[in-house]
């Protein structure tokens, strides 16, 4: 991956972080809604700043090939999901945890790989 195409995933990251995190589960909100864009009185969670971060990057022209949602258990044992992008020989990953971008070998956090979302669907396959 060139240093252009890092800092276009920073910059995807840093300002989606930018949205606030919010958990609790609105009022009228659908039961387990994933967006891809702040909806007023709604919950904003790690899972809808990976499809974010998925959606900013198709449009900067970024192939959906390569962008993966990916789920794995956090340090502490909750569900985690975060963006990753392929570049043929590592996937970058753009998590709201983290500032910066970084290899999926080399999570900041104790993560457990279990989940990745099948290119061109809304599956996901195992991590083994």
């Known amino acids: 991956m060139t240093p252009a195409q890092l800092a276009d995933l920073q910059s995807v990251n840093d300002s989606v972080n930018s949205i606030p995190y ?65 570049d043929g020989a590592e996937t970058q990953i753009l998590d709201n945890r983290v500032p910066q971008v970084y290899p999926k070998s080399s999570p900041p956090y104790s993560y457990r790989w279990a989940w990745e979302q099948e290119t061109g669907s809304t599956e996901f396959r195992a991590i083994s």
């Open 22 to 86: 919010i958990a609790a589960t609105g009022i009228d909100e659908p039961y387990d809604a994933w967006i891809d864009a702040p909806e007023a009185g709604w919950s904003f969670e790690c899972r809808d700043y990976a499809i974010r971060k998925a959606k900013l990057l198709v449009e900067r022209g970024w192939s959906a090939a390569s962008i993966h949602n990916i789920l794995c258990y956090d340090e502490l044992g909750d569900f985690h999901s975060v963006c990753g992008v392929d």
